[in-house]
């Protein structure tokens, strides 16, 4: 029998946090206690969990040194300031924010890739989404093959802005259908019917953060530093799941049977991949999902033999966020003895 | 002065039909008589156009043989069928299907790259949406620079599957938000808040037909058969302009700040690289407009200093589809003596 755990939860409101709470129960994770923290807002409201009604707490360090896991749905601000505290009591913290991911001394981790490097750690960083839900595909296909060029076009859900995102996707929506005013606030650009080449902000090497975040992280999270990964991130009007074309340069020849057949058995992947029927990775049939749907796979025109082209789409609230991190919290899951 | 021309448009009620009427205007084409055709459905109708009302006769190939231009939007079977007759007579014909386009005999045009390749020819061939958008930003890098590798990943939006598509996009994301069920006629799947990476259908090698005409024209219009070449093609939910992220490998060193320079000055590119005002290349500013837009030049983190990566966008019923058919006809305008 397994162990029972206190958990927190962090900015328990917001897409994330919410769906945090809904993946602890669908993974059957051993609670003995939930915790929810939010901001003043929503501090004393009770809320309906499927652990039963829960009464939000305002967030305060000392509240979660009692904790086994504190899972952070929170800004990179707010992680910056309290993730190091809270990890000195006896909790694991989780962080989501992008804050402390290349931070040397805190894991970033893909359990079905480096749950090793949680190993011991007090303080571990859950991956961005695009770079968690592309990784996943492409571990497998990196250990069999070795990639050495990673070429990635995203199209980002606008659950990736935060439940307000996807409001303002509906609404302004809404709006234009209705021949109303078509406003926008928490995209720089009005977003339905139309596409912004930019989440997050330019860096100097004039790739935005969320590019350069698909690259950092991936080639942490494979202890690949020279890996040569690029990635143009763009935002569609899109609910929930991030979709991912990949183009991939080997070192080994490499044909798309054998990366369908990868596909087929890769943990957190799954293998959508008929054309013949229609069948093929999309934000309808991969939202909700927990695992990964990959597909379009094809030799590739560039690269030859040593090239593949494919296709991803995940759930950004889920393996790009909520799920991982909760899985992040199973590897620490022992045994009662 | 410029002699005056006879034109046709077979296929006008569709959705590129009405924009080559309404870009036959913009362009001042000297138009003495403008003739328009369509199916028994429409034929008979009389419609307000720029010039004029014009009462839409039934297609024969014979009504079309005192015409100087035929411009055909129609599908690749009628192109099949009647292209090559009514090139017979009189006109130049001007084929926006894809049907005639890998022919040996019909030259394909995109006037600012090679509009040499249209003298003398009496069945000239207008380029795939994708290819066009891409190709006229492409060019003078290619030239400048010698393209070996050029990998794209297109955002297209719903008009190319013509005006019906438009509707259905509109229709089923009205049903979408109201909570009635969603139903897809025009697509292989519900569009609205979704993707679908499959345009056309599925070749042998696994890349669908849409991808491949990337490949195959841009090599056809730049006179570079083995240029390498792939090409991911996804429709997503925007009205009417389709946007694609390009990583090219230069034989030439290369340089963002080159890049950019060239997307200034390049016909029918309209520079849009302004990270700091957050202006790039977008479906909402892309429509409508004449120019592709293009930006988000960047030093390409897989080829180094011979790779750039880059954004462009453009209206597909314009450069992708109308204008370009009309520019092509504007290269055998001829001055009165």
């Not at 350069?212 to 690949?224: A, C, L, R």
């Not at 033999?305 to 950004?316: E, H």
């Amino acid at each position: 029998m397994r162990n029972r755990y206190s958990v927190g939860i962090v900015g328990c409101t917001g897409a994330v946090g919410q769906e945090m709470i809904s993946v602890l129960k669908k993974r059957d994770f051993p609670i003995a206690q939930l915790c929810l923290f939010a901001s003043t807002n929503s501090a004393g409201k009770k809320v309906k969990t499927p652990f039963g009604e829960i009464k939000i707490e305002e967030f305060s360090v000392e509240k979660t040194q009692h904790l086994d896991f504190v899972l952070l749905a929170v800004s990179g601000e707010f992680s910056k300031q309290y993730a190091r505290e809270i990890a000195k009591g006896k909790a694991i913290v989780i962080d989501n924010s992008s804050a402390l991911r290349l931070e040397d001394d805190v894991p970033l981790v893909i359990p079905e890739i480096n749950a090793e490097d949680a190993k011991g750690a007090k303080l571990i960083a859950n991956p961005n989404c695009s770079t968690a839900i592309l990784v996943v595909a492409l571990w497998p296909i990196h250990k069999a093959f070795k990639c050495k060029k990673v070429i990635v076009s995203t199209y980002q859900a606008t659950s990736g802005g935060g439940a307000p995102a996807m409001e303002e996707l509906r609404e302004q929506t809404k709006n234009y259908l209705e021949g109303k005013p078509v406003l926008n606030k928490k995209f720089a650009h009005p977003i339905p019917f139309n596409l912004i080449p930019q989440i997050d902000t330019f860096q100097a090497n004039l790739y935005t953060k969320e590019e350069m975040k698909v690259t950092w992280e991936t080639q942490k999270i494979f202890h690949e530093p020279e890996m040569l990964i690029s990635c143009t991130a763009v935002r569609i009007p899109t609910f929930r799941a991030h979709a991912e074309a990949v183009t991939i340069e080997t070192e080994e020849e490499i044909t798309p049977e054998a990366v369908r057949e990868i596909f087929s058995w890769a943990p957190g992947v799954q293998l959508v991949d008929e054309p013949e029927n229609l069948k093929y990775p999309m934000p309808l049939t991969a939202t909700e999902q927990f695992d990964v749907e990959a597909g379009r796979v094809r030799q590739s025109l560039v690269f030859g033999k040593n090239g593949i082209d494919f296709f991803v789409c995940g759930d950004q609230l889920l393996k790009g966020a909520a799920l991982n991190a909760v899985q992040i919290a199973e590897i620490f899951i022992t045994e009662e003895v």
